[in-house]
């Protein structure tokens, strides 16, 4: 039997990615029309054995009830969502509910991050998973030299695929394979993590007793109940047989900023015409608006036959796009309007957003730069004939006159 474990974090992760963290928990934000963490759940639909899914975040539970049962319904494998009191790091959050999760006896824990896009090659690293014997197997991916320090970096050897060398977000370079924050683990990652728990008690101890604490401790040090994946468990098992690597060759990145969602909803786009095409809108019959490229449209949206829609665009519940619209690249979130001859390009237009007649909502496209893509938070009003570039708006603005570069708060 196996079991997967989602790490959701809670309100005081995710603050890059306001304002549209604002409205709604960053893993149930919608990319390509489904809301982030569904996309790590449905790929844990292909695991043989699966019995269970878990989230572990510090959100308050009623915000992903809903959710959670929906998608029991449909998936028809329970999913649950546990709540910690407070932040236990990466692996103290999974070991703080490890009788739970350890319930049905599973000889396999999946454990993903929400915020990473991926393929979630899930049974193939079972299987790899299986031929190492260690305890447990990393995810990784070859990514440009420059962009490596913002994760976690390692070596591996080439012909075993052991794990000898792990440092977290290092200062200089040590190497541009990284981590993908997708594992798998056998039970005794538990007793790993009880190990670095243990230690860190040991140590309060001793510090207490200790009369020369400053010449000891220069950093303060962390509670024994928070220990974090990368640094506490994976750097000091590098390199003793204990861990394993699967190379994917497909497309990853991280979601940290709402830039990096618009790019992330167009991948799982494209990943539909072969997982969901569905969900894709076909713009086939004469009463249907013109489509270009991968599209998804919710069935209670609204879009006017002359509108012209796509490539990667997603338009979310009742949304009202009116005639000679065009939309390119763009999430448009639920209940927004978008009058007549209205121009969405490179943007994300928030919750019951109106972007007025001939009016345009645009930026550069490139989702690494700091103003790349157009954002309108909850409730913005953009008048008719008023052009937004480049620009970021929060909640509840009305804008009567155009702007570049800038961030309206
Ligand atoms: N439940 C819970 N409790 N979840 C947490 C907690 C916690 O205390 N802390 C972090 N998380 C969740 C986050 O929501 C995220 O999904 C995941 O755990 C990892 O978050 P961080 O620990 O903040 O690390 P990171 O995202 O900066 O980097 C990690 O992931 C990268 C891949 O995306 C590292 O493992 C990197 O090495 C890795 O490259």
């Not at 197997?137 to 994760?151: D, G, M, R």
């Not at 962390?222 to 204990?242: E, H, N, T, W």
Request: proline letters at 6%; glycine letters at 8%; one cysteine or more.
């Amino acid at each position: 039997r196996v079991v997967a474990v989602i790490m959701v974090g809670g309100p005081t992760k995710g603050t890059r990615f306001r304002p549209l963290s604002l409205n709604i928990p960053k893993p149930l934000f919608p990319l390509a029309g489904q809301p982030m963490v569904h996309h790590p759940i449905s790929a844990c639909k292909r695991i043989p054995n699966l019995t269970q899914i878990f989230l572990i975040g510090f959100y308050e539970e009623r915000e992903f009830a809903l959710y959670v049962s929906s998608i029991s319904n449909e998936l028809k494998v329970p999913v649950r969502y546990l709540k910690e009191d407070k932040p236990h790091g990466s692996a103290g959050g999974l070991y703080n509910f490890r009788d739970l999760i350890m319930e049905d006896s599973p000889s396999h824990v999946f454990l993903l991050n929400c915020d990473v896009c991926c393929s979630f090659p899930l049974p193939e690293m079972l299987d790899a998973h299986r031929r190492y014997g260690g305890i447990g197997t990393i995810l990784v991916i070859k990514v440009s030299a420059e962009s490596a320090s913002q994760f976690g970096e390692l070596v591996a050897d080439p012909v075993t695929n052991e794990l000898l060398h792990y440092t977290e977000k290092p200062e200089t370079f040590v190497s541009d394979r990284i981590n993908c924050g997708v594992y798998i683990f056998t039970p005794d990652i538990f007793t790993a993590i009880q190990g670095v728990s243990a230690q860190r008690k040991d140590r309060a101890n001793l510090r207490r007793m200790s009369s020369f604490e400053a010449l000891q401790y220069t950093t303060r040090s962390l509670p024994s109940d928070f220990v974090r994946l990368d640094q506490d468990i994976l750097s000091p098992l590098a390199g003793k047989k204990q861990l394993y690597t699967y190379e994917s060759m497909d497309f990853w990145e991280q979601i940290k900023t709402p830039g990096m969602s618009l790019k992330c909803s167009a991948l799982y786009l494209a990943q539909f015409r072969f997982t969901s095409p569905h969900l894709l809108a076909s713009g086939d019959g004469t009463k249907s608006a013109s489509i270009v490229g991968d599209v998804y449209i919710h069935p209670s949206a609204k879009v006017h036959p002359t509108a012209k829609i796509g490539p990667d665009v997603s338009i979310s519940a009742n949304a009202r796009i009116g005639p000679g619209v065009r939309l390119i690249n763009c999430i448009i979130l639920d209940d927004v309007e978008i009058k007549e001859n209205g121009i969405v390009i490179h943007a994300i237009v928030g919750w019951k957003s109106s972007i007025g007649r001939w009016s345009r909502v645009q930026a550069g496209g490139d989702p690494n730069a700091k103003l790349g893509v157009t954002i309108l938070g909850e409730a913005v009003t953009v008048e008719d004939e008023v052009v937004v570039v480049n620009s970021i708006v929060l909640p509840n603005k009305t804008l009567n006159m155009s702007v570049q570069e800038e961030i309206i708060l």
